[in-house]
């Protein structure tokens, strides 16, 4: 039996994937494949930077809102298996150079996401 607290956090994650799916499709429809997934996971790399480190060391941001963007829509917005795919048959170098770009941009990018909230709650 799942309890109605339980409830709640399950209808939060299934909105933000819906809404997080909704946004991947947008991105990657607009792009030329494989700049969209890299596109798609930078930036959700940079929020989930900035939301992770906010909800662990600053509290601004509650666990209902966690789950629902976090695990929500970041989980249905970025991707690591079409990036796996991509790399996969892009093939010989050109699979080398997606895959070092986006292990280094998505990184890099989390820890800009991390840099910019400590920035942030160092000026208020």
């Given amino acids: 039996m799942i309890f109605p607290e339980r409830t709640q956090d399950l209808a939060g994650i299934a909105f933000g994937g819906f809404l997080g799916a909704v946004s991947r ?11 969209g997934t890299l ?5 959700g790399s940079l929020l989930l930077g900035m939301m992770m480190y906010d909800y662990d060391y600053l509290g601004h941001i509650s666990q209902r809102t966690r789950l629902t963007f976090g695990t ?6 970025t991707t690591f298996s079409t ?3 991509e790399s996969y048959t892009l093939g010989g ?5 997606n895959i070092g ?6 990184l890099l990018a989390v820890f800009v996401g991390r840099g910019m909230i400590i920035h942030i709650s160092r000026r208020s």
């Fill in 39 to 43: 596109i798609v996971n930078v930036i």
């Fill in 83 to 85: 990036f796996a795919v």
């Fill in 25 to 35: 499709y947008a991105v990657s429809s607009s792009t030329i494949s494989p700049n």
């Fill in 93 to 97: 170098n050109s699979s080398i150079y």
């Fill in 72 to 77: 929500g829509f970041m989980g249905s917005f």
């Fill in 101 to 106: 770009t986006n292990l280094t941009l998505t």
